[in-house]
């Protein structure tokens, strides 16, 4: 067990739909990081924030947005979604902003899109 | 930006060979290389890595190398058992930042 909570484990949805998924890291790490994983792409780094500040962003579409609460679990939200964006998507968490530091990943949000 | 290539995207061996996975990258900015296992189910886990300064890494049967000269690293792991069946991904990341780039994972079937 990493200590990445992520929730929910499935989530299946019709195209045009809202969802937000959530992240919650692992005690005393700051920085929290989005990835999403598919066949055709592999891991794709999304977006990172660092104690409630969006750090670094990465090949994150304009219909998806996050943002990282003052107690530091975070939300993915992605709208008028597509079947393309069917994928696994991971959280990670570490304690420090840089990216030369460990990151614990969690089990992932597997999203299937209808 | 970073471009990471990783090879073989397949590997199999039997019990107790060796394993080596090979990434190479194109920015010589990058100065830590991760190296994730994932088991089927679960999220990627970190196993080793190397920074840049370091050319080689080892933990109980696993290594790393790493020539910056070439921008390329590789992972060895010796005495392979069916345990070790995963993805592994390499990562490359610029130094003073986070943003990973990921090879595209080589998936390790070991025999028993």
């Known amino acids: 067990d990493s200590g990445v909570t992520q929730t929910p484990k499935h989530l299946i949805t019709a195209t045009g739909q809202r969802v937000t998924l959530r992240c919650s890291p692992r005690?005393?790490?700051?920085?929290v990081y989005w990835y999403q994983q598919s066949l055709d792409q592999g891991l794709q780094f999304l977006i990172q924030?660092?104690?409630?500040?969006?750090?670094a962003k990465g090949n994150i579409l304009e219909r998806f947005s996050a943002q990282q609460f003052p107690d530091l679990h975070s939300e993915l939200n992605l709208s008028s979604l597509e079947l393309g964006d069917s994928a696994l998507y991971f959280c990670?968490?570490?304690?420090?902003?840089?990216?030369?530091?460990?990151?614990?990943f969690g089990q992932g949000t597997r999203l299937t899109v209808v | 930006g970073e471009n990471v290539e990783q090879h073989p995207s397949t590997l199999s061996v039997q019990e107790g060979d060796s394993a080596v996975i090979k990434c190479t990258y194109s920015d010589s900015a990058s100065n830590y290389f991760p190296w994730y296992k994932q088991e089927l189910g679960k999220g990627p886990q970190l196993i080793i890595d190397?920074?840049?300064?370091?050319g080689e890494k080892k933990d109980q049967r696993i290594a790393v190398t790493l020539n910056k000269t070439a921008k390329h690293f590789s992972l060895h792991i010796t005495e392979t058992q069916p345990e070790d069946s995963a993805v592994y991904f390499c990562?490359?990341?610029?130094?003073?930042?986070?943003?990973?780039?990921f090879g595209r994972g080589t998936s390790l079937i070991v025999h028993p």
């Open positions: 990670a968490s570490s304690l420090a902003g840089q990216g030369e530091t460990e990151a614990f």
């Open positions: 005690s005393g790490d700051l920085s």
């Open positions: 990562a490359a990341i610029p130094g003073g930042s986070y943003i990973p780039t």
């Open positions: 190397i920074r840049s300064n370091v």
């Open positions: 924030y660092y104690n409630g500040e969006e750090r």
